[in-house]
Each structure stands twice: as structure tokens, then as C-alpha cells.
Nanobody
Framework: QVQLVESGGGLVQAGGSLRLSCAVS????????MGWFRQAPGKAREFVATIRWTGLSTYYADFVKGRFTISRDNAKNAVYLQMNSLKPEDTAVYFCAAGGEVYSGRDYINSYEYDYWGQGTQVTVSS
């Protein structure tokens, strides 16, 4: 069983930064792709970023390219999302997820491709 717990959310002014963390339990963590998604009130959950099991390849939604960075530390069973130049429209609950095929060589950008999810952490960006 894989369990994910996000942390690091909070309230920040526009232009500020936050770093989200996701602690993952389970020995299989390093085999899976990891992703970050977000969901704003009244909107569908949307893809933000993903990182392959090796940590060597990442992929981002267009609206965060150049501002957000996803990374992982397989030794610590953790994945991170560094968010810079935050905008009010980045306000949402952010979820981390694990899934895809083990040792996969492709990116996973659809929520249905992920098997395990955290409970989410709230990010609020004030203008």
C-alpha cells in the first residue's frame, strides 16, 4: 500500500514562493512516476507537473512552465514542487499522486493514470 501526505501549502502574496512536499510511504515509491495536480473551487482537477521514476525527466503544464519545478528524492521517499512567481490564479488545493507503469519511460499527465493520491494541501495566493 502506498500513502501520500502533502505539506507546505499556505497563504502567500502574488509574486511569492512556496515549496510543497509530498511524503510517500511504501517501498515501491522509486518505481513510479509522481505527479502534482491542483483543483480550484468549482473547477476540475488539472495536471500541473510530473516526474519520471528516475527523476531525470519532467513535464509541465504550460501555465506553470518557467515558474514551477518538480523534483524527487527517492532515498527520502519524497517529491517536491517549488513554486515561484505565484499568481492569484494558482490558488487551489494541490495534490500529489503516484502511478503509471513501474519503471516507465513516459510522462503521465492524466489523473486516471495515477493510482495513489494524497489528501491535498491548500495554496492561496493573494493579489
Amino acid at each position: 500500500q502506498v500513502q501520500l501526505v502533502e505539506s507546505g501549502g499556505g497563504l502567500v502574496q502574488a509574486g511569492g514562493s512556496l515549496r510543497l512536499s509530498c511524503a510517500v510511504s511504501g517501498r515501491a515509491f522509486s518505481r513510479y512516476a509522481m505527479g502534482w495536480f491542483r483543483q480550484a473551487p468549482g473547477k476540475a482537477r488539472e495536471f500541473v507537473a510530473t516526474i519520471r521514476w528516475t527523476g531525470l525527466s519532467t513535464y509541465y503544464a504550460d501555465f506553470v512552465k518557467g515558474r514551477f519545478t518538480i523534483s524527487r528524492d527517492n532515498a527520502k521517499n519524497a517529491v517536491y514542487l517549488q513554486m515561484n512567481s505565484l499568481k492569484p490564479e494558482d490558488t487551489a488545493v494541490y495534490f500529489c499522486a503516484a502511478g503509471g507503469e513501474v519503471y516507465s519511460g513516459r510522462d503521465y499527465i492524466n489523473s486516471y493514470e495515477y493510482d495513489y493520491w494524497g489528501q491535498g494541501t491548500q495554496v492561496t495566493v493573494s493579489s
